[in-house]
Each structure stands twice: as structure tokens, then as C-alpha cells.
């Protein structure tokens, strides 16, 4: 196992988060999961649009596509991060109790012995405040477990 998961939020500031898993995976010949968690709130704001698109042009879209639209995003920013030298899949699930949980089990899952956050913030003095999902799999997770400060 030496595969790694990337959970992505923020197309623009995760970049940096994808450019170091890029790193890690090409030191170590690895794959990786590029994973988006989205709220149901979030999953139903697309739904509703393309709801209202789908009206517009006679047409219906199932729970397949709101998926996939959510993850055109996320596979954009994988594929111009990753390049084509490094593996990865995309995933988007829609997650809105304890996605700590839902995080090591896909890593577990995926054998993935490495997991790629972004991290909260920080405090007015520096220090490096997470937030509790990330404390969370940082305490959880039986691999190595990587915070990206801003």
C-alpha cells in the first residue's frame, strides 16, 4: 500500500494540496484518489439547476449526472495539476455527517496508506488551527496524514 488520498474543497486553493501529492506520487510511483465531499445542501443546489436547465431543454438528469457535474470540476483541476504521468481517479460524494469517517474508510478502501488535507487556518499568532475533521483523521487514520496551511 502506497497509494494516496487528496480531498479536495477549493478548486483554486487546493491546487498547491494537488502539487504536493503530485510530488509524493512520483517519488513513489503511487496512484491516487482525488476525493470531493459535498453537502447535501451542495448537491442540491446542482440538482435544482440542472433541474431548471432540464426544463428549459426537455430533459432529465439522474443522480449519475449531478455526480458527474459536480466532478467536472475536480477531474479539471486533477488533470491540469496531475498532468498525465500520474494515475489518479476522481471521486465526489455527497457527505454531510462525519466525513472524518467517510475519509479513512475511502482511504482504507482504495488502500491508500497516505492522506492529503487542506488544512483551516491559522491563528492570529501562526499557529496551525484544523479544524475537528481534520483533527480527527489525523488521530484516526493509521497512515500518514499531510495538512496544507494556507
Same mark, same amino acid.
Given at each position: 500500500?502506497?497509494?494516496?488520498?487528496v480531498?479536495?474543497e477549493?478548486?483554486d486553493r487546493?491546487r =498547491?494540496?494537488l502539487?504536493?501529492?503530485?510530488s509524493?506520487a512520483?517519488?513513489?510511483?503511487?496512484?491516487?484518489?482525488?476525493?470531493?465531499?459535498v453537502?447535501?445542501?451542495?448537491y442540491?443546489?446542482?440538482?435544482?439547476?440542472l433541474?431548471a436547465i432540464?426544463?428549459v431543454?426537455h430533459?432529465t438528469?439522474?443522480?449519475?449526472a449531478?455526480l458527474?457535474g459536480?466532478?467536472s470540476d475536480?477531474s479539471?483541476?486533477a488533470?491540469?495539476?496531475?498532468g498525465?504521468?500520474?494515475?489518479y481517479?476522481?471521486r465526489?460524494?455527497?457527505a454531510?455527517?462525519? =466525513?472524518a469517517d467517510?475519509?479513512?474508510?475511502l482511504?482504507?478502501?482504495?488502500?491508500?496508506?497516505h492522506?492529503f488535507l +487542506?488544512? =483551516?487556518?491559522?491563528s +492570529?499568532?501562526?499557529k496551525?488551527v484544523?479544524?475537528d475533521r481534520?483533527q480527527?483523521?489525523?488521530?484516526?487514520?493509521?497512515?500518514?496524514v499531510?495538512?496544507?496551511?494556507?
Amino acid at each position: 500500500m502506497s497509494d494516496a488520498l487528496v480531498v479536495v474543497e477549493d478548486i483554486d486553493r487546493d491546487r =498547491q494540496l494537488l502539487d504536493r501529492a503530485r510530488s509524493f506520487a512520483a517519488g513513489s510511483d503511487s496512484d491516487l484518489v482525488v476525493l470531493s465531499l459535498v453537502t447535501t445542501d451542495e448537491y442540491e443546489e446542482v440538482a435544482e439547476t440542472l433541474d431548471a436547465i432540464g426544463k428549459v431543454e426537455h430533459t432529465t438528469y439522474d443522480e449519475g449526472a449531478i455526480l458527474d457535474g459536480l466532478a467536472s470540476d475536480v477531474s479539471d483541476l486533477a488533470k491540469e495539476v496531475l498532468g498525465e504521468d500520474i494515475a489518479y481517479d476522481v471521486r465526489v460524494e455527497v457527505a454531510d455527517e462525519d =466525513q472524518a469517517d467517510r475519509i479513512i474508510t475511502l482511504a482504507d478502501e482504495t488502500d491508500c496508506d497516505h492522506i492529503f488535507l +487542506p488544512g =483551516q487556518r491559522r491563528s +492570529p499568532t501562526g499557529k496551525a488551527v484544523f479544524g475537528d475533521r481534520t483533527q480527527r483523521v489525523i488521530l484516526d487514520f493509521g497512515g500518514y496524514v499531510t495538512v496544507a496551511m494556507d
